[in-house]
C-alpha cells in the first residue's frame, strides 16, 4: 500500500483545514487507518484512528475539534480540522494497517504517507 497525504498549509488560528490520504492498491476497506502528526522538535504522537470497520479513536487533546472519515469508494482518509491552534502545527502523517484495531501506536501501522505541513499562524 502507498499512501498520499496531501491537504496541509498556512492557516490562522481558529480556522479549519481538511487533510486527505489516497492509498494505491486494492482493498483499501481492509485497512485501518491513522493520522499522526510531529511537530518540530517533538516525538510523533498519535491524532486519530478509524478501523477498517469505521470504529474511530481520537487523542484526547483532538476530541471534539477533530474528525476522521474515510470513503472506501475512493480509497481516502480525511481528516477534518476545526479550530485550529498554534500548537497544532506539525507534519501530519497518514498510516495504514492491515485490519486491526484504530490503534494509536505508530509501530502497530505498517505503511506510511510522507506527511503534509500544517502550519498554524496565531
Known amino acids: 500500500v502507498q499512501l498520499q497525504a496531501s491537504g496541509g498549509g498556512l492557516v490562522q488560528a481558529g480556522d479549519s483545514l481538511r487533510l486527505s490520504c489516497v492509498a494505491s492498491?486494492?482493498?483499501?476497506?481492509?485497512?485501518?487507518m491513522g493520522w499522526f502528526r510531529q511537530a518540530p522538535g517533538k516525538e510523533r504522537e498519535s491524532v486519530a484512528a478509524?478501523?477498517?470497520?469505521?470504529?474511530?479513536n481520537y487523542a484526547n487533546s483532538e476530541k471534539g475539534r477533530f474528525i476522521i472519515s474515510r470513503d472506501n469508494a475512493k480509497n481516502t482518509v480525511y481528516l477534518h480540522m476545526h479550530s485550529l491552534k498554534p500548537e497544532d502545527t506539525a507534519v501530519y502523517y497518514c498510516a495504514a494497517k492491515y485490519y486491526g484495531s484504530a490503534s494509536y501506536e505508530i509501530g502497530d501501522y505498517d505503511y506510511w504517507g510522507q506527511g503534509t505541513l500544517v502550519t498554524v499562524s496565531s
Open positions: 478509524i478501523s477498517w470497520s469505521g470504529t474511530r
Open positions: 492498491g486494492r482493498s483499501f476497506s481492509s485497512y485501518t
